[in-house]
């Protein structure tokens, strides 16, 4: 039940990253399709980060 | 200097962004970046709130904590960049420390109210017996020999269909008026029977219980309750009230690198509007 309830939240991580980085860019720049463009591109790149971090972190925990 | 950016008011904008995300920006005319951040930042502040029941924020000064008080601070400053929960947090406080905030001895005038809960009996021949009953209690203050009290009555059905229609005992003892829990403890004696009792709440106000501060146990009892997604709420509030700043110093100064990524980085390149009322002459006007 708790690695369900983990689960369940570690999904909570992928609309935050998107909104943080849509809120962060609109913070750095004006034009629209920019703000668009800049904010994929970082949601990209932190999913990324969080699934290779999340499976070293997975990986060094196995069996234990 | 982009003239394509157009902050108006800036200083008043900041402080709409800080009352309600995005809505300074909207006051600039700049509707995507308004709607961008309302619905982002509140967006987040709003589920925050609502998976830790209404009760995310605890504002100073921290009475009621016995400890932690300087992680409470610290927890506070991070969502105060949204400023309207956390100003009405800091207003509930205010309120709920005051006094007058106990279980009152009386009440000023007689109101009814929906009422749910238990009536429980005790007698020799059945044993103890306990339902759940709804329906509307009526409390009324009692001038008694010894003082001022609490009397009432109660209407309803219990959940096996039976009618109720109880009298209570002038010593009906009510939870204090505002606390964060939206129901209000209510408990009373039942007349003409020894050892019956009605045990049950009645709603509280929202201006009552939003955004009032919880003591010790009830953050214990919450964060008991909801586990792992308590500490996800608290974060989605403290990162929504972080995210705000951002939006308020758009508002105040626009955008940090520029107009789009072409633009040079870290120019200053905003138009204010109340300085450009003035009319500026190109340099071949000049010359």
């Given at each position: 039940m708790s690695s369900l309830t983990s689960i369940a939240i570690t999904w909570w991580a992928l609309p935050l990253a998107a909104v943080v980085s849509l809120v962060w860019n609109a913070s750095?720049?004006?034009?629209?399709?920019?703000?668009?463009?800049r904010s994929a591109r970082m949601f990209g790149w932190l999913v990324f980060w969080m699934v290779l971090i999340g499976g070293v972190l997975y990986g060094l925990s196995y069996n234990l | 200097m982009d003239s394509r950016i157009k902050l108006r008011h800036p200083w008043f904008s900041a402080l709409l962004s800080f009352l309600v995300p995005g809505l300074g920006q909207a006051y600039q005319g700049r509707l995507f970046k308004?709607?961008?951040?309302?619905?982002?930042?509140?967006?987040l502040f709003l589920t925050g709130a609502r998976l830790a029941e209404w009760n995310a924020i605890q504002a100073p000064p921290f009475e009621y904590?016995?400890?932690?008080?300087?992680?409470?601070?610290?927890?506070?400053?991070?969502?105060?960049?949204?400023?309207?929960?956390?100003?009405?947090?800091?207003?509930?406080?205010?309120?709920y420390l005051e006094r007058s905030n106990e279980a009152?001895?009386?009440?000023?005038?007689?109101?009814?109210?929906?009422?749910?809960?238990?009536?429980?009996?005790?007698?020799?021949?059945?044993?103890?017996?306990?339902?759940?009953?709804?329906?509307?209690?009526?409390l009324e203050p009692f001038?008694?020999?010894?003082?001022?009290?609490?009397?009432?009555?109660?209407?309803?059905?219990?959940?096996?269909?039976?009618?109720?229609?109880?009298?209570?005992?002038?010593h009906v003892s009510v939870d204090r008026p505002i606390d964060p829990s939206p129901r209000r403890n209510v408990h009373a004696k039942v007349i003409g029977q020894d050892s019956g009792s009605l045990d049950g709440s009645i709603p509280r106000r929202w201006q009552d219980w939003l955004g009032v501060p919880m003591d010790d146990r009830a953050d214990q009892a919450l964060q008991g309750r909801l586990g792992k997604w308590h500490e996800l709420a608290m974060v989605l509030t403290w990162i929504?009230?972080?995210?705000?700043i951002l939006a308020i110093w758009d508002a105040l100064e626009g955008p940090a690198w520029g107009y789009n990524d072409q633009s040079e980085p870290g120019s200053s390149n905003v138009v204010v509007v109340p300085a450009a009322r003035t009319p500026v002459r190109s340099p071949a006007a000049v010359t």
């Open positions: 750095r720049y004006e034009q629209t399709s920019c703000i668009v463009s | 308004a709607l961008l951040y309302f619905f982002c930042i509140g967006g904590r016995d400890k932690g008080r300087g992680l409470l601070l610290l927890k506070y400053a991070a969502q105060f960049g949204l400023g309207t929960p956390a100003i009405g947090a800091l207003l509930q406080t205010r309120r009152p001895i009386t009440i000023p005038a007689a109101f009814s109210a929906p009422f749910q809960g238990t009536l429980s009996h005790s007698d020799p021949t059945n044993g103890h017996t306990e339902r759940h009953v709804s329906g509307t209690i009526t001038e008694a020999p010894f003082g001022e009290s609490i009397a009432g009555s109660f209407h309803g059905t219990a959940n096996d269909g039976q009618q109720i229609d109880i009298k209570l005992d002038h929504a009230g972080l995210l705000n």
